[in-house]
């Protein structure tokens, strides 16, 4: 028995002794002796609470959790706000890539901000993971060999909202869609579910990125006579809207309002007074199950509010970076992105999520209803799942338009 | 159906309308950022702040002391006024007599200071204020459904806008204020105490920003960048209706709030920038604005 023990010990001993001995060889292949993540995303405008601060604070956790360090080098997570402005976000992550050694950049909510920069982090031979922006471009005709797109996209929210309320009976759309690359995007995407469905799509009116008003454009939806007013916005422009079409009794004239991009953050900040009764699609609930309220409660403790699928989506997507880099014993982009394109995602976030060759993460979305505010028992009790929509349906086949795709 | 332009006339009723509304809040801004630059020559960048916190002054007092938007629409303003009254004690009074550009820089690093604060304490996703439940509802006007509350907003602000320019102009302390921006020296001379003068009209300024904070709130979601949205467009309105003259700013709030409705029926994509090819076309024409003086 003790001799067992003893073998025990010193293969123990002799096993931790290699791990030491093997730890400063692979540490040189962490470059510069430090793993940096840099996430950039709106921290001060209309997008500030669908992902900002919240997020950075994800991917804080993530990196703490992973340990805070990987390949025996620290993981360093550093932040910018890009203002939804391309060119902003450009120059910064120019910076990061070419001075301050960032290995990677992540969140990058805004479509034309994540198409500027994956853009850029191609050229630059550099991973890009993002997960706050929409379009299916990332992953279609502007894919890069070195870019994810990790929480949801257009594609996802039509087949989830759009479908749903085609299928309930609403068969005649009118769009009120932000007037850039996203919003296009998803009334295209929404469009098409809709024609598929065999519904139709009435017309649609383009409005600036945060606009407070909305009254004008919602007149016009009204007199289009749709039976559903989609709203291919995000963040504060959809919480005006649709508190404003509340006020010029659209809903009370028999349309049907359908946010497609919403999240738990827009709907805690609307209250659910004015969102009950949406429907909407989002990759992550924090009462779904115990792993995400585990998560959430950890989050909540730090932040003072529950994380939506972008936050969380953050914290998922640097893990399995982190991951990635592990595995592949270097943060060389070209071994990393294998990784990152062969690993099955298996965290709270992506539970069997898998990555296709054009970077598009692979998992479940959920349709969800706003509740009532008499159905809500507790703070930020705010969803009913309505159903779950598989992965592959949700995000379809890999784009054929993705050329560069492995 | 009688059409106009292609478009069905309710529809463009209905538009005038809305005009109207959003006109409202161009008018009672820039009316206090005319009173501000006339009187004072303060170019004040911080207004779209302050008519922030007037919305937030209205939500903290419902929520924190359980006061109601009717008593609110006096208190709001009256609070924003007292930090008006502090601004220009402490900070705006030491700038006096230097290049506006100084009176400018102070008030634009005042509002980032302020928007920062709120946004840090509230997030951007703004808050709700619920209108009071005797301006719920709406109204079907044939061609329209017109809520009761923003039918309360252009009265509200009529009244205001009206009131301010009687004060202004027809009263002895209206004469004293005119008075003094001609001539400051010789009505402190006359006995006349100038620098309180000055103050109370900045603190009015303020006020009147605060007011259309509580009167936006139910409206729009009381939020950190809802002053950062309307600030600049506002400056260009007071432009337009030319620097310091109260008229101008009245009017050319209403008629680009119109302006800006109609064209976000006819070319939405341009619905954000057309007050400032307005503006531009104005400043090419007449320099001084449409109501200035030379």
Redesign the interface.
């Known amino acids: 028995m003790k001799g067992t023990a003893t073998g025990f010990k010193r293969a123990l001993r002799i096993s931790l002794l290699s791990a030491i001995a093997a730890a400063p060889a692979m540490a040189q292949e962490a470059s510069d002796g430090v793993v940096k993540i840099g996430i950039l995303n709106d921290q001060s405008g209309v997008y500030a609470d669908f992902g900002g601060k919240w997020s950075v604070e994800a991917a804080k956790m993530a990196a703490e959790d992973f340990g805070g360090e990987v390949l025996g080098v620290p993981v360093q997570i550093i932040d910018a706000d890009h203002q939804n402005k391309p060119d902003i976000a450009s120059n910064i992550a120019r910076q990061w890539y070419d001075t301050e050694q960032v290995d990677a950049i992540m969140e990058l909510t805004t479509s034309s901000v994540a198409l500027a920069v994956q853009g850029l982090s191609k050229e630059k031979g550099k991973i890009d993971i993002v997960v706050g922006a929409a379009t299916t471009k990332l992953t279609g005709d502007q894919c890069s060999p070195y870019g994810f797109h990790w929480a949801y996209n257009t594609r996802s929210l039509a087949v989830g909202t759009g479908g749903a309320l085609v299928e309930a009976g609403g068969d005649t759309w009118f769009f009120l869609t932000a007037d850039y690359a996203f919003g296009y995007q998803l009334e295209k995407d929404t469009g098409d579910v809709v024609k598929a469905k065999g519904g139709k799509v009435l017309g649609s009116v383009r409005h600036p990125l945060s606009t407070t008003d909305f009254s004008s454009f919602l007149l016009q939806a009204q007199a289009s006579g749709a039976k559903v007013i989609g709203l291919a916005n995000a963040g504060l422009d959809t919480n005006n809207a649709i508190k404003q079409a509340s006020e010029f009794g659209i809903v009370q004239g028999g349309q049907r309002l359908a946010a497609l991009l919403f999240t738990l953050a827009e709907v805690h900040g609307l209250g659910l007074d004015a969102a009950q009764g949406l429907t909407l699609t989002e990759g992550y609930y924090w009462d779904l199950d115990d792993d995400n309220r585990a998560f959430a409660e950890r989050f909540m403790k730090r932040t003072g509010r529950m994380p939506n699928m972008i936050q969380a989506g953050t914290y998922s997507a640097v893990t399995q970076y982190l991951k990635a880099v592990k595995a592949a014993g270097t943060d060389a982009t070209e071994a990393v992105a294998k990784g990152l394109h062969e690993m099955p995602v298996d965290d709270f976030f992506g539970k069997g999520g898998k990555v296709q060759p054009t970077g598009r993460m692979v998992h479940d979305m959920y349709l969800f209803e706003v509740k009532k505010p008499d159905e809500s028992t507790k703070d930020w009790d705010y969803y009913k799942l309505i159903s779950t929509i598989p992965g592959d349906e949700a995000y379809g086949p890999p784009s054929p338009d993705c050329k560069t795709g492995q | 159906m009688t059409t106009i332009l292609g478009l069905?006339l309710p529809?463009l009723l209905?538009?005038l309308l809305?005009g109207l509304?959003?006109g409202s809040f161009y008018a009672l801004l820039s009316l206090g950022l005319a009173v501000i630059f006339g009187m004072l020559q303060v170019v004040n960048f911080v207004h779209g702040a302050l008519y922030m916190l007037g919305a937030f002054a209205a939500y903290l007092l419902l929520h924190y002391a359980g006061i109601g938007y009717w008593p609110a629409l006096v208190l709001a303003p009256l609070i924003v006024a007292a930090l008006g009254v502090l601004i220009e004690r402490l900070l705006l009074r030491r700038l006096h007599g230097l290049d506006p550009l100084y009176g400018l820089l102070l008030t634009f690093g005042l509002s980032l200071i302020l928007e920062g604060l709120f946004?840090d304490a509230f997030?951007?996703?703004?808050?709700?204020y619920?209108p009071p439940t005797a301006l719920a509802g709406?109204v079907n006007l044939g061609f329209?459904?017109m809520?009761v509350?923003?039918g309360w907003v252009v009265v509200a602000s009529l009244v205001v806008c009206l009131a301010t320019w009687i004060v202004i102009e027809r009263t002895k302390f209206g004469a004293y204020l005119r008075a003094a921006t001609e001539n400051a020296t010789l009505v402190q001379a006359f006995g006349v105490n100038v620098p309180v003068l000055l103050t109370l009209t900045y603190a009015l300024g303020a006020g009147l920003a605060g007011l259309a904070g509580v009167l936006a709130a139910p409206?729009?979601?009381v939020?950190p960048?809802?002053g950062q949205?309307?600030i600049i467009v506002v400056f260009a309105v007071v432009v337009i209706g030319g620097m310091g003259s109260i008229m101008g700013a009245v009017a050319a709030g209403y008629l680009l709030g119109i302006l800006e409705?109609f064209t976000?029926?006819f070319y939405?994509?341009a619905?954000?920038i057309v007050v400032f090819v307005i503006m531009a076309v104005v400043l090419l024409i007449r320099p001084a604005g449409l109501f200035g003086k030379e």
């Open positions: 069905p529809v209905g538009q809305l509304i959003n946004r997030g951007t996703s703004g808050q709700v619920a709406g329209m459904f809520p509350y923003r409206v729009y979601q939020s960048l809802m949205h309307l409705g976000k029926v939405p994509e619905s954000n």
